[in-house]
């Protein structure tokens, strides 16, 4: 991981900026008259053409399975008849599912927002100000999104059993933490503050801003593309997070989504000695990846962008 | 204190504090733990290196740690070289490269748990899986309950999921200046050629660090592995399956062997760091940096 230069010297960042360059296919448009160019582009496109079928094949797997029979579940049959979409009724009816969609959607909404906010400010505090320890302190920043979440995983644990969270319907040890930023989102956010011309700020100086303001009034307006990335990117880890649910909910009604369908396998699935109604679990499988696949659409060019950001900034 | 300091310091104020309790203080606590025996209910009883010379008898450890090992060193690789094949043929689309990469990101939002699920349906014995190899003659083993073929199983769902992978690798494609390709197609250059002398090296950044991260990743495997074969204490192709934070996680929360666990952890941080070291250092050999610091 290289640290890039100092404040306002680094690179704006390459893509989220308005006028993003159109550069696709640049090589291919070099060899675009040669004979046979067009054979070739058909080619390629149905090559991808194949691989987009293979990543979106399982999904209406998953959705044909879910409209199946406890005995045709298995049967591989891509149309099955008759539809049975009472599926989706009965399995409200067996579990609290409309429970873990309210606390899945309350803790990934309070666990995006306040990321977002704390680790803005962090970030702006590294990208704007000159200070002793600067670059200690930042490395640290990039050393810790290295730590395996096991280490930290069962002190935390006891902090938050200490503090009578564990089982909680505030659900604080999912998101609290999230109050005081994330090594990765700061990360990424300091790139885009450090890509604002910083004569903004002089110029605000001079006006008599404060810092606070100049954070509100203009980095965050200025930034508002990349602030989205980092509110559906911990939105999506938050709506898809095992492990924590696991470690710190044991009410099946404080369950998350993810927690819960982990219990309908449990509970259902005939090949670990479950009660095989499988087709329920399929059905809390569409209905748990809907709505991400919603905000994804909503959202593309967010998800998109700010993923291939990441990796140029590697 | 000047006044920039003392601003920079209430901006960095919320990281810092959240630095020292959930993140330095629990891995010095964590360090302590692991010289304990502690269960939670009693006060953690120092036993000196006990923990430690447990686990090297403990013949869960190697197994977990081999299942983990042989997941990563197939799973990665797999992963970077069908990325970079499919990031390549996006490149050679033109606009129709968006809708495609689109549809390769879409399992990416998937919730792991989903995928777990769905795959004990794709990867069943009659599973669909199966049955296309079927189609073209191979009878295809049982992926969740052979113990020779779970792991592969695993691997081929964790392929499912290479789209935000093939975006990265497709976005720094991109930035390769035209101009290389133009001068190789004059000099006679072919396509694999281009790709080995311009497009690799130009996206060797790139490249390393979606190899750092899915390592990274792949070592710590566990949502989709413990729905789909740890939801019982004992199940077909366990031995098979049990990768080293499942059984970190079950020593830890379900056997409450918190001293036990905490020397794990310790020791999974101890191989990552040695695995991350070797490849920083192995990549001073391989990437190359065009100049900026991108």
Known sequence: ?314 | MPEQTRWAFIFLLPWIIGFVIFTAGPMLASLYLSFTDYNVIRAPELVGFDNYEQLMRDRRIPMSLGNTFFYALLHVPLLIIISLALASLLLRVGRAAGVFRTAFYLPNVTPAVAIGTLFLLLLAGGGLLNRMLDAVGINGPNWLTDPTWVKPGIVIMSLWTLGSTVIILFAAMRNVPIELYEAATIDGAGNWKQFRHITLPFISGAIFFTLIVNTIAALQIFSEVFTMFFTSRSGPAQDSALFYTIYLFQKAFQDLDLGYASAMAWVLFVIILVITAFQVWGSRRFVYYAGDDK
């Open chain 1, 1 to 314: 991981m290289t640290v890039s230069g100092g404040v306002g010297g680094a690179p704006p960042p390459a893509s989220l900026s308005a006028a993003a360059p159109a550069r696709a296919a640049a090589a291919p448009t070099t060899k675009a008259r040669t004979p046979g160019w067009l054979v070739k582009r058909i080619l390629y496109v149905a090559a991808l053409f194949g691989a987009t079928l293979i990543f979106v094949f399982p999904f209406v797997w998953l959705v044909s399975a879910s409209l199946k029979t406890r005995q045709t579940v298995f049967n591989n049959e891509l149309f099955p008849f008759p539809l049975h979409f009472e599926n989706y009724v009965r399995i409200f009816e067996v579990v609290p599912l409309s429970n873990w969609f309210i606390n899945s959607t309350i803790i990934s909404i309070l666990a995006a927002t306040t990321v977002t906010i704390s680790s803005a400010l962090v970030a702006f505090g590294f990208a704007y100000f000159r200070f002793p320890g600067r670059n200690i302190l930042f490395w640290l920043v990039l050393a810790s999104m290295m730590l395996p979440g096991a280490v930290m995983m069962i002190p935390n644990f006891l902090i938050w059993n200490a503090l009578g969270q564990v089982n909680s319907p505030t659900f604080a040890p999912l998101w609290a933490g999230n109050l005081f930023g994330s090594a990765f989102y700061i990360f990424l956010l300091r790139q885009f503050f450090l890509g604002l011309p910083r004569e903004l700020f002089e110029a605000a100086r001079v006006d008599g801003a404060s810092y606070p303001r100049m954070f509100w009034s203009i980095a965050l307006p200025l930034t508002r593309a990349a602030l989205i990335v980092v509110f559906i990117f911990e939105l999506r880890a938050a709506w898809t997070d095992l492990l924590r649910p696991l470690i710190f909910l044991r009410d099946l009604t404080l369950f998350t989504l993810p927690q819960g369908l982990q219990y309908l396998v449990k509970t259902y699935n005939p090949q670990v000695g479950g009660q095989g109604e499988f087709h329920l679990v399929m059905a809390a499988s569409v209905l748990i990846t809907l709505p991400m696949i919603l905000v994804f659409f909503l959202a593309q060019r967010y998800f998109i962008e700010g993923i291939a950001t990441t990796g140029s900034k590697g």
